[in-house]
């Protein structure tokens, strides 16, 4: 494990993290490796225990996608329903499903993140003295305008089911058909009731005040212009609709949460949360995710050392975080960090293949060169999503892609990928026949 430690230590340096907990554990919850680095505040020194409690981001699609799923098995929610028959102000005019949601594909580009802060302005409300996780208006007004805005859309990447364009809004209305038909006031009540209290997730909630007076808070990490910066105000960029990334949770809650997988659906206490073909069923190749992986059900799968293995994760303002497992050999890890834009997959990636005896190997291209494709894809990529925005240059200086404000040269592959070469992974960029569009990661970017 010496070498984890020196790569997970270069990483951090390299992108000024604050502090990260790492964990890999066996099914039953043996830990067979768990170590901190940094802290949790850096000022007042405080170091990381395995209950401090952490923003985990988009790791909440996951409980969402569960929620979904329990509610599917419970005969109150159909997978091939379209999603108007739940929320009947979307319009739907293209035929929605809630298994399109479920697994990013419901044809939508990224669109303009809809705040809780945003909303709450709308509405009056005030989100420092009143809890907005467990505000029914603030979900009403949020589901309301994120409805407008797809509703609104008159660019898509294709027809649903067609290609995975990841979509916070697609896992807000989800959030919404739970609140809806589930029986529960709010999407909170019904994830504490009947995923995190049954999991024995003490530590965990959708609350976004009392975390900022807990005891054991990470404090809240971002890097501006080479200087870390700090906040504790969980609602900082926080998407309006709870189930696309409010959750907070602790080393210790998760491992629980990622045994229960581990187990087919059932928890410690031996209570099953769903069945096992349902657990199968989220973690199935639903649809093609990026070059190196494919998305379920809330989970992404991927190949680490010849053995299939699932997960999540997640980043926002001051949240860096990763659940990764492989089922069939029995090992989770769960990563944590509280800084922004760290790239903690790869620590859990490289955790897991260490318990499974491999490798992790970066992907080899062979390159070319076609000055009539890199003409044609040559331009803009944007969506109306903040910070998502690609530029592929060829001149007199060769090929090169902005991202944000940073350029990088690139080359061309064989299987005419655009491809930035970097030091820890490879960013690939994919663009479809008629050069409409982008992949980066899981997001499509329409070209300008």
Known sequence: MKEFKIFTEQLMKDYSAAGLRAALFTKDGTIKYQRSFGYRDIDEQRQISADSLFGVA?????FTALAIMQLVEAGRVELDALVSVYIPEFENKRGVTVRHLLSHSGGFFPQHRTTVYEVAEKLGLEPQVEDLAFSNELAMAGSKEICRLLD?????????????SYSNDGYGLLTEIVRRVSGY??????????????????????????PQHDTDVATLYWNENGELKSTLDFY????????GGALKSTLNDLM?????YLHGGVTQSGE?????AGIEQMSAPAIRYNAQSNYGFGLAIETIGGQKCVGHGGGLTGVSSQILWSAEVGLGVVVLCNTSAVPVSLVASRLLALGLSAEIVKPEYSFIEDAGFIEQVAGVYASDEEDSCVQVVFDE???????????????????YQVVIEKPYSDVVLEFNQEHRWVRLGGRLLPKQ
Not at 58 to 62: G, H, P, Q, R, W
Not at 152 to 164: K, N, R, S
Not at 256 to 260: E, F, S, T
């Open 185 to 210: 006031e709010t999407y909170a009540a019904y994830l504490e009731a009947c995923i995190l209290k049954p999991l024995g997730m003490t530590r965990s909630t959708i609350a976004m005040l009392a």
């Open 236 to 243: 900082d960029n926080a998407f309006v609709m709870m189930g």
């Open 58 to 62: 988009s790791v909440t699609k996951s």
């Open 272 to 276: 099953q949360l769903l069945s096992q």
């Open 256 to 260: 629980k949460y990622v045994c229960m």
């Open 152 to 164: 609104a859309a008159t660019e898509f990447c294709g027809a649903p089911g067609a290609f995975l």
């Open 397 to 415: 200086e060769g090929l090169r892609v902005w991202l944000g404000a940073t350029v990088y040269p690139a080359r061309l592959t064989d299987r």
